[in-house]
């Protein structure tokens, strides 16, 4: 929904014209992650055992590796592409961090690249835990990089100077327009994680609301798609579905209608939470059942479901 705002610049799809039926097909980024997903689920238990990285998407193909390693791909459209590493490996750091370097590294990424995604993960993955509170949560990523990745905070030190930019921006209040200038300057001196702190900033203010923060995104002008998708992301970790406005997902159904980019996600979650839980074989789960599921490694009675 995110990436579907920001693609259609600040205004909903008409779904009244035709053309719109397939602008589900744009959505490359989530159809990206929703491919990675998919193999995460097909992995299911084995994940210790092989890389849960595919090969480079098709959206890359005409680039060599050269291009991709010279910086045409930003860390936020990585961490949309690795999303459901991210959502797996949520409530493992170590793990998470691991595989999201070596997903990175796979498609062409630097360290720092990778750095910014390994952030973006730590969010989710507190947003998920419900450890994030939001007016103090860039200082918490902080104190996360220079106590438990202190090489991580001294390889990436632009990484860190905009997270501090982004710390102050927020403890301030400052307003959208102030914020903008900030990250345009961030966006030409140092672009590689920009996406990614804005998202930070868009949700950070309004994080119990996701369309006040996809419209935020919007207003930016920076990459609205991949800010969009990534302000979705974390906001749909922090609030769930309930979250998401019943305007936004009858949009989301009626712009994919063609594709059946939903249908593939509700799906794919059923799948991702099944796996991650333990259950033998997700792929037996109808299109709408969810297992019961409790914390990783505990077996309990089944009368705990009734």
């Keep these: 929904m995110g990436e579907g705002l920001g693609g259609e610049v600040n205004r909903l799809p008409d779904h009244s014209k035709p053309e719109n039926a397939a602008a589900c097909a744009h959505l490359k980024w989530s159809a990206t992650a929703i491919s990675q997903g998919e193999r995460l689920a097909a ?28 910086g045409h791909l930003s860390a936020g459209e990585y961490a949309i592409a690795t999303l459901p590493i991210s959502l797996f490996y949520h409530d493992n750091l170590t793990q998470q961090r691991h595989y999201l370097a070596t997903t990175v590294a796979a498609w062409g990424g630097d360290e ?20 994030l509170t939001p007016a103090h949560f860039i200082a918490q990523i ?12 001294t390889r990436s030190a632009d990484l860190i100077s905009t997270l501090e930019r982004l710390k102050r921006l927020i403890a301030n209040g400052s307003e959208l327009h102030s914020a903008i200038s900030a990250f345009e300057l961030d966006a030409e001196i140092q672009p590689r994680s920009v996406e990614i702190a804005i998202a930070l900033y868009c949700f950070l203010q309004t994080p119990d609301s996701i369309s006040l923060a996809l419209n935020r995104a919007v207003r930016f ?9 990534l302000v979705g992301a974390l906001a749909g970790a922090y609030s769930s579905t309930v979250g998401i406005p019943a305007e936004g997902r009858c949009a989301l159904q ?28 997700p792929f037996i789960l109808q299109e709408k059942d969810l297992p019961i599921v409790t914390v990783p490694w505990i077996v309990r009675s089944q009368r705990i479901v009734s």
């Design 43 to 70: 992995a299911g238990q084995g994940l210790g055992e092989q890389s849960p990285c595919p090969d480079l998407p098709d959206l890359w193909e005409g680039k060599s590796p050269g291009e991709l390693s010279a």
């Design 254 to 281: 009626a712009q994919c209608a063609t594709s059946q980019i939903p249908q593939r996600i509700e799906r794919l979650s059923a799948h991702l939470v099944s796996a991650w839980s333990g259950v033998y074989n």
């Design 221 to 229: 002008g920076i990459k609205p798609d991949i800010v969009g998708a």
């Design 112 to 131: 720092r690249t990778a750095d910014a995604v390994i952030v973006f993960g730590y969010a989710i993955a507190q947003a998920i835990k419900e450890q």
């Design 142 to 153: 902080l104190t996360y990089l220079h106590v438990s990745l202190p090489e991580l905070a």
